[in-house]
């Protein structure tokens, strides 16, 4: 009889366990459905006469909240509402937090420093960027290079551990660069500041940082890694997309980003 017992209870854990998976399918497969068959947020827009904006407020200059939210990226987004003819709301919301509001609807667009990710090009649609974050060659001032190619057997300042390292240490293997580790991107460029070092690898804001505090500088014009950002919209939603698209490349065209930029940049 305990045998008997051991058998039925086991049977019928078995299939507690089968229903509780079925359950977990059947609500996968519902979730998958309901995001494929999803309209296209602009409809929403268009409704509501607002356009749901998710940004991370923690990372000035371009986005942050102080009683309103406020930076490049707010400004750039306050100019488009604008020119769809729609007002604007802002939502807050951190790493990917910000995808997953998206992918519920609680928000139409995501302009919080969301760089382009390829592996993402199927679920999302990514607009032109409108800032480029990756890393960048600074140098003193007349410095006769193009790139890091041209700095073989020089010293180049990194901070340690950075992206900006891991590119040198690349270039290292095969240019026989010297590099020179520091402990922050302000440090990198101190030690080319003194001589310590004939460039810099930093992220773009870092150096622009410098430049505006300091002379005697140039960033170089080919970048050493490419980090955009751009504004983020369901798949579902390529009407939204279009307009988005639109309405930033209309703010290129009559100089309205380039005065954002020095507003908000170093």
Do not use: N
Not at 6 to 16: G, N, P, Q, V
Not at 130 to 142: F, H, I, S, T
Not at 169 to 179: E, F, G, I, S, V
């Amino acid at each position: 009889m305990p045998r008997l017992k051991r058998e039925y209870d086991l049977l019928l854990l078995t299939a507690a366990l089968l229903v509780a998976a079925a359950g977990i399918f059947g609500w996968r497969v519902w979730s998958i459905a309901h995001k494929r068959v999803r309209p296209d947020a602009w409809t929403d827009v268009q409704a509501r006469g607002r356009l749901l904006v998710g940004t991370d407020p923690t990372f000035m200059p371009f986005s942050g909240y102080e009683g309103d939210y406020t930076g490049l990226e707010p400004e750039i987004m306050r100019e488009v509402a604008r020119r769809l003819g729609v007002e604007i709301q802002f939502f807050a919301h951190g790493g990917d937090g910000l995808y997953e509001a998206l992918d519920v609807g609680q928000v139409d667009v995501l302009a919080g420093q969301m760089v382009i990710d390829p592996q993402r090009m199927g679920l999302y649609r990514y607009s032109m960027p409108y800032y480029d974050a990756g890393q960048v060659l600074v140098v003193p001032a007349g410095t006769d290079a193009v790139d890091l190619a041209s700095f073989s057997d020089r010293r180049v300042a990194v901070e340690l551990g950075s992206e900006g390292d891991g590119v040198a240490r690349r270039a290292q293997a095969a240019d026989q660069l010297t590099l020179v580790h520091t402990d922050a991107p302000s440090a990198a460029l101190d030690a080319v500041a003194a001589g310590a070092a004939d460039a810099a690898i930093v992220d773009r804001l870092s150096a622009q940082e410098v430049l505006r505090e300091r002379s005697g500088f140039a960033i170089l014009p080919t970048p050493v890694t490419s980090e955009p950002y751009a504004l983020v919209t369901r798949f579902s939603s390529p009407e939204l997309a279009r307009r988005l698209q639109e309405a930033l490349r209309a703010m290129q065209a009559d100089g309205t980003l380039e005065t954002l930029y020095r507003k908000w940049l170093p």
